[in-house]
């Protein structure tokens, strides 16, 4: 199983952006996904989750302005994020918590997709 995020790039503050995060590979489902990110020199901050069959549930820095949804078909995840602020700037990662096989559930990150945004 593999994770593919993109989106990310220069934006200017004011802007908003989509990322999105694709899994491939040979999976019985996607049971959880989420964004994360995380700026250099300190940790990986959850923006929030998006677990099969609920809402999403934000981090309070990210409730507003961020919006977690999801295509089955593909198994793809999407992070909208509106009214960029240069704070925002950081690498972004997806995780999918995924079953393999019957009994199987494992965690899966992205490579991280950098989001510069320019005041």
């Known amino acids: 199983v593999q994770l593919q995020a993109c989106g990310g790039g220069l934006f200017q503050a004011g802007g908003s952006l989509r990322l999105s995060c694709g899994a491939t590979?040979?999976?019985?489902?996607?049971?959880?996904t989420g964004w994360y990110r995380q700026v250099p020199g300190n940790h990986r901050e959850l923006i929030g989750v998006?677990?099969?069959?609920?809402?999403?549930h934000y981090a309070g820095f990210a409730q507003g302005r961020f919006t977690i949804s999801r295509d089955n078909s593909p198994d793809t995840v999407f992070l909208d994020i509106v009214n960029l602020k240069p704070e925002d700037t950081a690498v972004y990662y997806c995780n999918m918590v995924i079953t393999t096989a019957p009994g199987a559930m494992l965690g899966y990150w992205g490579q991280g997709t950098q989001v510069t945004v320019s005041s």
């Open positions: 998006l677990a099969e069959g609920e809402s999403p």
């Open positions: 590979g040979s999976f019985v489902n996607v049971n959880a």
